[in-house]
């Protein structure tokens, strides 16, 4: 698996947003690569800075009051924040796709859905209309709209959710790109149907081999659809890697919390869910040290003084955690594999 | 979408008598009628009185009117002797209605144009210099807008004629007086809708397209931003097209504008009925028409199958 290529790569990107209210800083030094043909999944809670992080990569968010302090965005191996607004132009939607989070809101209410999908092609000379044509319905059906004929030329308001969020998907996928981002894609939508999308998103890799970011707060989308896994918290990575080394050799404390906060099958009767006390950093002045300090029931000093170094667990695993320190006591989180080591 | 417009046209036609009934009990309620003159003696007056059927029950003169209307009929004039009330809009309305075509041409299509630039360039000079345009619009009366034109572009540099209503150049002054506050509300309307669409999921879809700012701007957000100019559409439409007292006074228009005041005034009953019930149906008209509108510009609010 690891023997793959990049075909994505975010290095130390920074990001923030100019307000009244000062800098929010929104993306603070976050690296992740998405490799040919896997499902990379981010979490994190609501304004962590998973989907500021995603979008900067097509560059959607608006700018200003949005700027890129730092940091590189390597399109096979092109650096997008380099592009001028055309090369940028010509790599979203056609490079690279994006589904949103809220498919009510996200479709244009004044035009047809067939329209909004051959939309995607339009200025490119190298497929016909009728292609086109023909490209938006075999996209309808691949992702499993009935009646496409009719659909074609209905508009959004006369389609379900679930169908929205299909339309939404055949638009990102329609030009056959080589990575998808899905943001939160299912979050709107009811269990049913949720699980027919994510589905859809597994046939759709298995048949065309693209690459799918998940941005996503519910680690049970996670662990059914990804390949690999970065956590957010508070603007930073606290922990990335393979699905099971996070799922089964949790390394940091948040990841932990977070798995602790799901009910599970096996909780007993009576026994009650384990909240992680506490709110996020305001990002108007970020700690100093670990973003998740004030929370963390593991805190050492060190924790709020300096920004935790990186730590390799394991081949495909690395945290940013000051319990992986060699000094640190021994906890249940604490490896022995463990190996401090650049990213 | 038939059996709606024909549902819609029977709610009007039910509005209008609504209007013909209310207004012609209140007319009655005003002191005077239309012969309290200290000019006439009593008997003349005595004999207008019943030449126009006012010695007759109340509720009989409704309905002779009633009937005469169904007709098309507005009766003759109570001052202007000789004259229907017909005959004198059918003289009058067809200046109002070309000064009002005008205007409105010239309002819709640069205060559509005005917002979107200034929505486009929000918070730089170009937007701040679209906000002056509309404050002055907005809190300028047109009398005064009208005297400053005339004074400027009429008298000092001579560019236009100052009054009457003659030719396309007599056209201009006139109608930009009249255009310029619907023109201002349109550009203010439009701007705050195309922020409010700015910042809509389907802006940002479209981007994540790879779509150009300017098929952005013309294909999403125009289309999606233009309805509550509509709406205000219908009422400005029937409003400039009728005529108005003061632009008309100004300039010298012999439009329909000064028969309000005028017929108001003098007792008129007739033409007060008259200039009521025609400014009725032109309002009742374009709000129709507005309604239908919405249908084409907005797929969500058409009605029944297509």
Same mark, same amino acid.
């Given at each position: 698996?690891?023997?793959?290529?990049?075909?994505?790569?975010?290095?130390?990107?920074?990001?923030?947003?100019?307000?009244?209210?000062?800098?929010?800083?929104?993306?603070?030094?976050?690296?992740?690569?998405?490799?040919?043909?896997?499902?990379?999944?981010?979490?994190?809670?609501?304004?962590?800075?998973?989907?500021?992080?995603?979008?900067?990569?097509?560059?959607?968010?608006?700018?200003?009051?949005?700027?890129?302090?730092?940091?590189?965005?390597?399109?096979?191996?092109?650096?997008?924040?380099?592009?001028?607004?055309?090369?940028?132009?010509?790599?979203?939607?056609?490079?690279?796709?994006?589904?949103?989070?809220?498919?009510?809101?996200?479709?244009?209410?004044?035009?047809?859905?067939?329209?909004?999908?051959?939309?995607?092609?339009?200025?490119?000379?190298?497929?016909?209309?009728?292609?086109?044509?023909?490209?938006?319905?075999?996209?309808?059906?691949?992702?499993?709209?009935?009646?496409?004929?009719?659909?074609?030329?209905?508009?959004?308001?006369?389609?379900?959710?679930?169908?929205?969020?299909?339309?939404?998907?055949?638009?990102?996928?329609?030009?056959?790109?080589?990575?998808?981002?899905?943001?939160?894609?299912?979050?709107?939508?009811?269990?049913?149907?949720?699980?027919?999308?994510?589905?859809?998103?597994?046939?759709?890799?298995?048949?065309?081999?693209?690459?799918?970011?998940?941005?996503?707060?519910?680690?049970?989308?996670?662990?059914?659809?990804?390949?690999?896994?970065?956590?957010?918290?508070?603007?930073?990575?606290?922990?990335?890697?393979?699905?099971?080394?996070?799922?089964?050799?949790?390394?940091?404390?948040?990841?932990?919390?977070?798995?602790?906060?799901?009910?599970?099958?096996?909780?007993?009767?009576?026994?009650?869910?384990?909240?992680?006390?506490?709110?996020?950093?305001?990002?108007?002045?970020?700690?100093?040290?670990?973003?998740?300090?004030?929370?963390?029931?593991?805190?050492?000093?060190?924790?709020?003084?300096?920004?935790?170094?990186?730590?390799?667990?394991?081949?495909?695993?690395?945290?940013?955690?000051?319990?992986?320190?060699?000094?640190?006591?021994?906890?249940?989180?604490?490896?022995?594999?463990?190996?401090?080591?650049?990213? | 979408?038939? *059996?709606?417009?024909?549902?819609? %046209? =029977?709610? +009007? &036609? !039910?509005?209008?008598?609504?209007?013909?009934? $209310?207004?012609?009990?209140?007319?009655?309620?005003?002191?005077?009628?239309?012969?309290?003159?200290?000019?006439?003696?009593?008997?003349?007056?005595?004999?207008?009185?019943?030449?126009?059927?006012?010695?007759?029950?109340?509720?009989?003169?409704?309905?002779?009117?009633?009937?005469?209307?169904?007709?098309?009929?507005?009766?003759?004039?109570?001052?202007?002797?000789?004259?229907?009330?017909?005959?004198?809009?059918?003289?009058?309305?067809?200046?109002?209605?070309?000064?009002?075509?005008?205007?409105?041409?010239?309002?819709?299509?640069?205060?559509?144009?005005?917002?979107?630039?200034?929505?486009?360039?929000?918070?730089? *000079?170009?937007?701040?210099?679209? %906000? =002056?345009? +509309? &404050? !002055?619009?907005?809190?300028?009366?047109?009398? $005064?807008?009208?005297?400053?034109?005339?004074?400027?572009?009429?008298?000092?540099?001579?560019?236009?004629?100052?009054?009457?209503?003659?030719?396309?150049?007599?056209?201009?002054?006139?109608?930009?007086?009249?255009?310029?506050?619907?023109?201002?509300?349109?550009?203010?309307?439009?701007?705050?809708?195309?922020?409010?669409?700015?910042?809509?999921?389907?802006?940002?879809?479209?981007?994540?397209?790879?779509?150009?700012?300017?098929?952005?701007?013309?294909?999403?957000?125009?289309?999606?931003?233009?309805?509550?100019?509509?709406?205000?559409?219908?009422?400005?439409?029937?409003?400039?097209?009728?005529?108005?007292?003061?632009?008309?006074?100004?300039?010298?228009?012999?439009?329909?504008?000064?028969?309000?005041?005028?017929?108001?005034?003098?007792?008129?009953?007739?033409?007060?009925?008259?200039?009521?019930?025609?400014?009725?149906?032109?309002?009742?008209?374009?709000?129709?028409?507005?309604?239908?509108?919405?249908?084409?510009?907005?797929?969500?609010?058409?009605?029944?199958?297509?």
């Amino acid at each position: 698996m690891s023997e793959r290529e990049n075909i994505l790569e975010l290095k130390n990107v920074v990001y923030s947003f100019h307000t009244y209210g000062g800098e929010v800083k929104a993306v603070r030094d976050v690296s992740y690569e998405v490799r040919q043909g896997e499902i990379l999944g981010i979490v994190g809670e609501s304004g962590c800075g998973k989907s500021v992080t995603a979008q900067c990569i097509l560059r959607l968010n608006p700018e200003p009051p949005g700027f890129f302090e730092g940091g590189e965005i390597l399109y096979k191996g092109q650096d997008v924040l380099k592009m001028s607004k055309k090369e940028i132009r010509k790599i979203r939607g056609r490079e690279i796709g994006f589904v949103f989070q809220d498919p009510m809101t996200s479709l244009n209410p004044t035009m047809r859905v067939g329209a909004q999908i051959e939309e995607v092609f339009l200025g490119r000379t190298d497929v016909s209309k009728k292609e086109v044509k023909e490209r938006a319905m075999d996209i309808m059906r691949l992702v499993g709209i009935s009646d496409v004929e009719k659909r074609y030329k209905q508009y959004p308001h006369e389609l379900s959710g679930g169908m929205k969020q299909r339309v939404m998907i055949a638009i990102a996928l329609v030009s056959r790109p080589s990575v998808i981002i899905c943001d939160e894609p299912t979050t709107s939508l009811d269990v049913t149907i949720e699980a027919q999308i994510l589905d859809l998103l597994l046939e759709l890799r298995e048949k065309l081999g693209t690459s799918i970011i998940m941005i996503t707060h519910d680690l049970g989308v996670i662990s059914r659809l990804c390949d690999r896994v970065v956590v957010m918290y508070g603007g930073k990575i606290v922990e990335k890697g393979e699905i099971g080394e996070i799922f089964y050799n949790t390394a940091h404390p948040y990841t932990k919390g977070l798995m602790q906060s799901i009910a599970k099958l096996d909780t007993a009767k009576g026994e009650k869910l384990k909240p992680i006390e506490g709110t996020p950093p305001d990002l108007f002045a970020p700690p100093k040290g670990c973003p998740f300090a004030a929370r963390c029931e593991y805190c050492m000093d060190v924790c709020e003084q300096l920004p935790p170094e990186a730590y390799t667990v394991a081949d495909d695993h690395t945290t940013f955690c000051w319990l992986q320190h060699e000094m640190a006591p021994e906890t249940d989180l604490k490896k022995a594999t463990a190996k401090k080591g650049e990213v | 979408m038939f *059996k709606y417009v024909v549902k819609r %046209v =029977i709610a +009007a &036609i !039910i509005t209008l008598w609504a209007l013909v009934t $209310i207004v012609f009990f209140l007319v009655r309620l005003m002191p005077g009628d239309p012969f309290t003159s200290a000019k006439l003696t009593k008997e003349v007056a005595a004999n207008m009185r019943s030449y126009y059927g006012f010695d007759k029950p109340l509720i009989q003169q409704y309905f002779t009117y009633l009937a005469n209307l169904l007709h098309g009929n507005f009766g003759y004039s109570m001052k202007y002797t000789n004259k229907t009330v017909n005959y004198i809009i059918g003289q009058t309305f067809p200046y109002s209605a070309d000064l009002g075509i005008r205007a409105l041409v010239m309002a819709v299509s640069f205060g559509l144009v005005l917002g979107i630039i200034a929505a486009r360039n929000r918070g730089k *000079k170009l937007d701040f210099f679209c %906000v =002056i345009i +509309a &404050i !002055i619009g907005t809190s300028i009366p047109d009398f $005064i807008m009208g005297a400053i034109l005339q004074y400027f572009f009429g008298i000092k540099w001579g560019l236009f004629p100052v009054a009457k209503y003659l030719g396309f150049r007599y056209t201009i002054l006139p109608a930009t007086a009249l255009a310029f506050y619907t023109l201002a509300s349109v550009s203010r309307i439009m701007r705050s809708s195309m922020l409010e669409v700015t910042s809509q999921d389907y802006i940002k879809t479209a981007r994540s397209k790879g779509l150009s700012e300017f098929r952005i701007t013309f294909k999403h957000q125009i289309r999606n931003a233009i309805m509550p100019v509509m709406t205000i559409l219908g009422p400005t439409v029937a409003a400039v097209l009728t005529g108005t007292f003061v632009i008309e006074s100004i300039f010298a228009i012999p439009g329909m504008g000064k028969y309000y005041v005028s017929s108001v005034n003098e007792n008129d009953y007739a033409m007060i009925l008259g200039m009521t019930v025609f400014y009725g149906f032109f309002l009742v008209l374009c709000n129709l028409i507005v309604d239908i509108m919405y249908g084409v510009a907005d797929p969500r609010v058409r009605i029944g199958k297509r």
